[in-house]
């Protein structure tokens, strides 16, 4: 298994390499904005819980922007979930929306994703709309799904989030989101969780090194006796072009 996971990474990584090369080559011409990253990351948390039972990942995506606001992009990450030996390979997001300003300093972002896992015979795809209002460093945001990961029902995320720029080029942000389910049995007993981040970092031209402290309010009885949901720190780098 770990083979097959570190052929899906080079794959992944070639990929996205000869996918920016060649976008910006034309970019200029075709007056579309193309960009591009790949990064790594000594865990991969999202909403607060791990998806690579506490290791390390590699992760890469490729954005495309239209100057009128539209957007598209896709971006994928190595996951380590084991259900009985049935474990998923590596999980790829596709997604497109529109930002906008409402007024100077207020801004918008409308889209829809589709979260696609490979690797397992069970059905953990699921899709999302979401929506997020920016006004100077706070964002408001919200996520609804009309059936959640590995079929769990309705679910609505709504997050905030807010940015400080610190001394020597470094960000500080923090992270606070409510995971709100129609009913009980995404990981444990229980209807709503919350999840937690703060996020140091610092750029470097087109490379991003971080520092995060990352969890949730999930105990390990609940998160089936793992520690995928307890607070950790967390380390990551990642080169954008």
Known sequence: MAHTIKKAAVALAAAILTTGVSATATAAESGISVSANLGLVTDYK???VSQTDGGAAIQGGADLEL???????????????????????YEQDFYGGYT???????GYDLGYIYYAYH???????????????????LTLGAAYSDDYWAGTGKFLYAYGEFGF????????????GANLFEEEGFLFEADSYV??????????GGLSLSASL???????REC???DWCEPSVLAGATYSW
């Open 46 to 48: 999202f909403r607060g």
């Open 67 to 89: 100057e009128n606001g539209f957007y598209l992009g896709t971006w994928a990450s190595q996951v380590d979930f084991a259900w009985g030996g049935d474990e998923t390979d």
């Open 100 to 106: 906008g300003e409402f007024s100077t300093g207020v």
């Open 119 to 137: 690797g397992s015979d069970r059905d953990e795809d699921y899709q999302e709309i979401y929506g997020s209002i920016t006004i100077s460093n």
């Open 165 to 176: 720029e610190l001394p020597a080029a470094l960000s500080l942000d923090f992270h606070l």
């Open 195 to 204: 999840d937690y981040s703060l996020t140091l970092s610092r750029a470097f």
């Open 214 to 220: 990352a969890g949730t309010d999930i105990s390990d």
């Open 224 to 226: 089936y006796g793992l």
